[in-house]
Antibody, heavy 116, light 112 residues
Framework: EVQLVESGGGLVQPGGSLRLSCAAS????????MHWVRQAPGKGLEYVSA????????YYANSVKGRFTISRDNSKNTLYLQMGSLRAEDMAVYYC?????????WGQGTLVTVSS | DVVMTQSPLSLPVTLGQPASISCSSS???????????LNWFQQRPGQSPRRLIY???NRDSGVPDRFSGSGSGTDFTLKISRVEAEDVGVYYC?????????FGQGTKVEIK
């Protein structure tokens, strides 16, 4: 069974940093593009970032470019999102997403709260 | 960026009746590879999103056949042939043709 489990969310002050992780299981992680999508409280979905299967190509939304870094460790089947210079508008549930063949899988999400 | 516009944003429906959600994009979603990467997602209250439809009209495994997708170019539709209680939630269209991939604002489906 394809499974994605996010961790690393929490409370951080404006301007601070946080690293999210997404542990993958049930599929050959190193073969698939992986994604981060976020959802601010009571709001819609927003694409944040994506990374190619070997990590060589990355994509960022304009709203996070230069502040967030997506990466992956295929030996550990884990996806990361390093977030820096955090702002109030970055507060959201962050979801990890993978499309494995024709199967679309999302984690349960991890909440990032940006507040002083 | 490609702007995705959904209508209506709120959709009260009667159980057993059909429902339809429209989604339009600010530019064509036909990719250079010939595919149209338009997806539909359902998000039930308190849950993660779940994809229902990919590439305009392909139903995901386990999705009831009362859900169908159609459209081309810049105009797309999600139809529910007979709404059931479990269909309550927010529905999003999403384009995966042009980076930044973008979602519509969401359509909240509720039972009258």
């Amino acid at each position: 069974e394809v499974q994605l489990v996010e961790s690393g969310g929490g409370l951080v002050q404006p301007g601070g940093s946080l690293r999210l992780s997404c542990a993958a299981s049930g599929f050959t992680f190193s073969s698939y593009v992986m994604h981060w999508v976020r959802q601010a409280p009571g709001k819609g979905l927003e694409y944040v970032s994506a990374i190619s299967s070997n990590g060589g190509t990355t994509y960022y939304a304009n709203s996070v470019k230069g502040r967030f870094t997506i990466s992956r460790d295929n030996s550990k089947n884990t996806l990361y999102l390093q977030m820096g210079s955090l702002r109030a508008e970055d507060m959201a549930v962050y979801y990890c997403r993978g499309v494995v063949g024709t199967t679309d899988c999302w984690g349960q999400g991890t909440l990032v709260t940006v507040s002083s | 960026d490609v702007v995705m516009t959904q209508s209506p944003l709120s959709l009260p429906v009667t159980l057993g009746q059909p429902a339809s959600i429209s989604c339009s994009s600010s530019q064509s979603l036909v990719h250079s590879d010939g595919n149209t990467y338009l997806n539909w997602f359902q998000q039930r209250p308190g849950q993660s999103p779940r994809r229902l439809i990919y590439k305009v009209s392909n139903r995901d495994s386990g999705v009831p056949d009362r859900f169908s997708g159609s459209g081309s170019g810049t105009d797309f539709t999600l139809k529910i042939s007979r709404v059931e209680a479990e269909d309550v939630g927010v529905y999003y269209c999403m384009q995966g043709t042009h980076w930044e991939w973008t979602f519509g604002q969401g359509t909240k489906v509720e039972i009258k």
